[in-house]
């Protein structure tokens, strides 16, 4: 496997690393617009070799990655298909979605969001294992190839991610919730605080640790979160709003004194965290299912994403064309009896019969 990473930053890098560690015989390329991080990956061993540019980092690559703030995407990804081969899938890691997917509707194209991350930034952070359990979120567009998307898919799950089929718009409207809003929140929070210190002319106070758990995220990457709200705006404001109304809600109930109502939420809110951390485990036994599909473009597509859409992760798939290749055969690998169960339903509900691999 030739992989191209674009951009070696902590992502970029931590793929790199992920995929020698986790991808037999790969072969790693990597380029950076700013030389001396690639000379940094490959000192770490992350790239086989620096290129020095674009076109030469995809020369004989399988798949590529790339891997930059999120208003720079669009115009990385043309590059990366003027420069990749016919059988090239090529992705990108950016948080927002819409813009890059609307970008191209080339079918070696499947844009890619890895839900991982940290405070901090650089090669030198970079690690193996930073995907592993993490949900990695692909939205394939109706013309992408069902072959490289199935190459991209086992390649994520590989790194050690969950990829998850999901709509742009979706995925732009639940990372809006999710993760752009808490950091929002972090910006607000830890702004309020210093603005009080300085307001009382004291020294910062010691602080616990629900302050520092809420505003761990505060000024992360000041470059790349300020693409991300500028991006994502809309979603973010209308999170923001909603927000808004819900504080406002609970200031009147403080300032009522309303103790039944106070309690209510903090009752309500303990049972919502549980119910949606609960979502992020998988158990059960693996189910394979395998459907007959027609071998038309956006097929593979289709199906992962009605599955992506109700929350069905799918843990491996392989893809078999018939010998006439009018039609082809998907068996997808699921966890659980109740998701495979579901899994199953959707599928039958697109027209297409579920079977049992013998």
Known sequence: MRIAVLGLGLIGGSIALASHARVAAAQVAGYDAAPVAAQAALGRGAIDRAASSVAEALAGADACFCC?????????????????????????????????AASSADPRFVPGHPVAGAETAGIEHARADLFDGATWYLTPGAEASGVLYERLHRLVAALGASPLAIDPEAHDRLLAAVSHLPHVLANVLVSRVAGIVDAEGEGLPRVGPSFRDA??????????????????????????????????????????????????????????????????????????????????????AEVALALGRAGVNIADMALAPAADMSSGAMTLSVAGDETAARARELIEELGFPVGVPA
């Open 68 to 100: 930059a703030p999120v208003g720079a995407l669009p115009d990385l990804v043309a590059e990366a298909l003027a420069a990749a081969g016919p059988d090239c899938v090529v992705s990108d890691v950016g948080s927002v979605k819409r813009v890059v």
């Open 215 to 300: 505003t761990r995220v505060a000024g992360a990457n000041p470059a790349v979160w300020g693409d991300i709200y500028a991006t994502n705006g809309p979603a973010i404001a209308a999170e923001l709003d909603a927000a808004v109304a819900s504080l406002t809600e609970v200031a009147d109930a403080l300032r009522a004194g309303d103790a039944e109502a106070i309690a209510g939420w903090g009752h309500a809110a303990r049972s919502d965290r549980a119910r949606v951390l609960a979502t992020e485990t998988v158990d059960g036994p693996v189910h394979e299912l395998r459907i007959v599909v027609p071998n038309r473009p956006g097929i593979v």
